[in-house]
């Protein structure tokens, strides 16, 4: 019965144990690099690669009805794509050929009717179920593995709503369904000459529903940092029915539920549209690479840009290691990668102001490349901001999660955390953090690893760092020890940025994998049960995405948060 749904007409083919589509594949030079860093990080010759059929899934639980049968899926390719997403874990675990679970059905609803029968459905049938947008997540938000009395597990793929519905010119708004990929909705603007411009780095897999429900950040470094800044309403089918915000500038009208829904990661329903605030695609744009003798200096003059109220748009600090390992540094210097956008004037005098203020703090730059970074619609083939240090840095940032795909099979750990914290408490933080993830992969592998740290955003009260470690992770192909591995480490993650008084996750979202020595503890309790009311109000099964944010005591013990289970 299955083969009867390989006709639904789905997207472009995903890599199922990695990142990017299938046909996809690194250059020669990108293989070279990457073999250095195998060599020195300790890793071996990679695996054999998983096919489809190496991975044994359970015959499918349930039966949806007739009227919803020609939507569902339970071909191997739609249960396995959408058992996981795509955190360091998930690979190992698909590398293992072993999934915890596989979703019994993969709905892929073309409206909101057949949303609200899936849920329906659902509800008689005592299912749980998952939203799905492109499945990016890298903390465990929708695995399909859920404890507790649920007669079986249903995906819901919101592919198909895609489309950018209406356009408000004179607000400078737009209504975009919640499946639209980042691709789909910036090519549906920009026809009008608009755009979202909401970059994050899994842009072209995400979609506008998940980076609602996820509180996702993006292309801004300052001022827009998180999708929040562009919602103006949201419209969420829950168990319980329809719940669509008032579309307004602003509201002083008691709590926001946009707020309830924003980060509310599947929990309470599907997000199937929203008012987006958009923008005049930019015109004008001024950027500098400029490098510091360390981190003390770096963090200073970021600091003083972040409190002038200049509002760059990239404002990403790369401490010495991570521009090393990047190919932009020398393994001394800070390296801050510094630009400005704008839709309406010319930006000399920010650019200028902000060159003085690192100054002061003892950066330096290429003056000639600052003043040729400096372009306008009259120039239109000047494109500075994406040559040199900075360019190439933009360019890794992009490739860099098709990298596991060649690290991982040879047995080297690679994985990131980012978090925030006040500017007064960062310098114990990152040296705090940076001891604990190193004595915890050495707790583990029995070597040093390496951790390294960017500045992915940053507010006049503090920054937003972004951690990334490199660790041996087996030198014999053994996936699941490495599993075992990274789950000691992550813990450790976990458990620092929130004892140094930082957030467990600044853009990524909880899951599950931030829950344990992270989130549960981050979170007060009375606001947990707050939620928890909220959420038997619009779940009353509490069928939506189990074990994220809270656990669902009505349907037995959740997991709740097991790492590597």
């Given at each position: 019965?299955a083969?009867?749904?390989?006709?639904?007409?789905?997207?472009?083919a995903?890599?199922?144990?990695?990142?990017?589509?299938?046909?996809?594949?690194?250059?020669?030079?990108?293989e070279?690099?990457?073999?250095?860093?195998?060599?020195?990080?300790?890793?071996?010759?990679?695996?054999?690669?998983?096919r489809?059929?190496?991975?044994?899934?359970?015959p499918?639980r349930?039966?949806?009805?007739?009227?919803?049968?020609?939507i569902?899926?339970?071909?191997?390719?739609?249960r396995?794509?959408?058992?996981?997403?795509?955190?360091?874990?998930?690979?190992?675990?698909?590398?293992?050929?072993?999934?915890?679970?596989?979703?019994?059905?993969v709905?892929?609803?073309?409206d909101e009717?057949?949303?609200?029968?899936?849920?329906?459905?659902?509800?008689s049938?005592?299912?749980?179920?998952?939203?799905?947008?492109?499945?990016?997540s890298?903390?465990?938000?929708?695995?399909?593995?859920?404890?507790g009395?649920y007669?079986?597990?249903?995906?819901?793929?919101?592919?198909y709503?895609?489309?950018?519905?209406?356009?408000?010119?004179?607000?400078?708004?737009a209504?975009?369904?919640?499946?639209?990929?980042?691709?789909?909705?910036e090519?549906?603007l920009?026809?009008?000459?608009?755009?979202?411009?909401?970059?994050?780095?899994?842009?072209?897999?995400?979609?506008?529903?998940?980076?609602?429900?996820?509180?996702?950040?993006?292309?801004?470094?300052?001022?827009?940092t998180?999708?929040?800044?562009?919602?103006?309403?949201?419209?969420?089918?829950?168990?319980?029915?329809v719940?669509?915000?008032?579309?307004?500038?602003?509201?002083?009208?008691g709590?926001?539920?946009?707020?309830l829904?924003?980060?509310?990661?599947?929990?309470?329903?599907?997000?199937?549209r929203?008012?987006?605030?958009v923008?005049?695609?930019p015109?004008?744009r001024?950027s500098?690479?400029v490098?510091?003798?360390?981190?003390?200096?770096?963090?200073?003059?970021?600091?003083?840009i972040?409190q002038?109220?200049?509002?760059?748009?990239?404002?990403?600090?790369?401490?010495?290691a991570?521009?090393l390992?990047?190919?932009?540094?020398?393994g001394?210097?800070?390296?801050?990668?510094?630009a400005?956008?704008?839709?309406?004037?010319?930006?000399?005098?920010?650019?200028?102001?902000?060159?003085?203020?690192?100054?002061?703090?003892?950066?330096?730059w290429?003056?000639?490349?600052?003043?040729?970074?400096?372009?306008?619609?009259?120039?239109p083939?000047v494109?500075?901001?994406?040559?040199?240090?900075?360019?190439?840095?933009r360019d890794?940032?992009?490739?860099?999660?098709y990298?596991?795909?060649?690290?991982t099979?040879?047995?080297?750990?690679?994985?990131?955390?980012?978090?925030?914290?006040?500017?007064?408490?960062?310098?114990?933080?990152?040296?705090?953090?940076?001891?604990?993830?190193?004595?915890?992969?050495?707790?583990?592998t029995?070597?040093?690893?390496?951790v390294?740290?960017?500045?992915?955003h940053?507010?006049?009260?503090?920054?937003?760092?972004?951690?990334?470690f490199y660790?041996?992770?087996?030198?014999?192909?053994?996936?699941?020890?490495?599993?075992?591995?990274?789950q000691?480490?992550?813990?450790?993650?976990?458990?620092?940025?929130?004892?140094?008084?930082?957030t467990?996750t600044?853009?990524?979202?909880?899951?599950?994998?931030?829950?344990?020595?992270?989130?549960?503890?981050?979170?007060?309790?009375?606001?947990?049960?707050a939620?928890?009311?909220?959420?038997?109000?619009?779940?009353?099964?509490?069928m939506?995405?189990?074990?994220?944010?809270?656990?669902?005591?009505?349907?037995?013990?959740?997991?709740?948060?097991v790492?590597?289970?």
């Open positions: 019965m083969d009867a749904f390989d006709t639904l007409g789905h997207r472009r995903l890599r199922f144990w990695g990142w990017g589509y299938a046909d996809e594949h690194l250059g020669t030079a990108e070279a690099r990457l073999a250095d860093l195998v060599t020195l990080v300790g890793g071996g010759a990679a695996i054999a690669l998983p489809l059929n190496d991975v044994s899934l359970a499918s349930g039966s949806p009805p007739d009227a919803l049968r020609a569902c899926s339970a071909t191997p390719y739609d396995i794509t959408h058992a996981l997403g795509k955190s360091l874990a998930d690979s190992l675990r698909l590398l293992q050929r072993a999934l915890p679970a596989a979703p019994d059905w709905a892929f609803p073309r009717a057949q949303i609200e029968a899936l849920l329906d459905w659902a509800g049938a005592r299912a749980a179920v998952i939203p799905f947008g492109g499945g990016t890298v903390c465990g938000g929708v695995e399909a593995d859920v404890s009395d007669s079986c597990v249903l995906v819901i793929d919101l592919q709503l895609n489309r950018v519905l209406e356009i408000d010119h004179s607000s400078r708004a209504l975009i369904e919640g499946g639209a990929l980042g691709p789909e909705l090519a549906a920009k026809p009008a000459g608009l755009t979202l411009r909401h970059f994050p780095q899994s842009f072209q897999f995400s979609t506008l529903g998940g980076w609602v429900a996820t509180r996702a950040g993006g292309h801004y470094a300052t001022q827009y998180h999708i929040d800044d562009f919602v103006e309403s949201i419209r969420m089918l829950t168990p319980s029915g719940l669509e915000t008032r579309r307004l500038p602003g509201s002083g009208a709590p926001s539920p946009d707020r829904l924003m980060g509310s990661e599947g929990t309470l329903g599907l997000i199937t929203a008012w987006m605030r923008q005049e695609r015109r004008f001024a500098a690479s490098r510091f003798p360390g981190m003390a200096q770096a963090c200073s003059a970021v600091r003083a972040s002038a109220a200049l509002f760059p748009s990239n404002c990403r600090l790369l401490d010495p991570e521009a390992l990047n190919g932009v540094g020398d001394v210097s800070a390296l801050l990668v510094l400005f956008e704008s839709a309406d004037h010319p930006l000399d005098a920010w650019l200028a102001r902000a060159l003085e203020l690192v100054a002061d703090h003892g950066g330096s290429d003056t000639e490349a600052a003043q040729r970074s400096l372009r306008g619609a009259e120039k083939a494109a500075e901001h994406r040559q040199g240090a900075a360019g190439a840095w890794q940032f992009l490739r860099a999660p990298y596991r795909n060649y690290l099979p040879r047995g080297v750990m690679v994985d990131t955390f980012e978090t925030a914290i006040t500017w007064d408490r960062f310098e114990a933080f990152y040296a705090g953090v940076r001891d604990a993830l190193g004595r915890a992969i050495r707790e583990v029995g070597v040093d690893g390496m390294t740290c960017r500045f992915t940053v507010y006049p009260d503090g920054p937003a760092p972004y951690f990334s660790a041996h992770g087996t030198d014999c192909g053994d996936m699941q020890a490495m599993l075992g591995r990274w000691h480490i992550k813990l450790a993650a976990n458990a620092a940025v929130t004892s140094l008084g930082g467990v600044h853009h990524h979202a909880v899951g599950r994998d931030h829950r344990p020595g992270g989130y549960d503890e981050q979170s007060p309790p009375l606001f947990r049960a939620f928890a009311g909220a959420r038997a109000a619009l779940d009353p099964q509490g939506m995405n189990p074990g994220v944010l809270i656990d669902t005591p009505q349907r037995g013990a959740v997991a709740g948060g790492l590597g289970k």
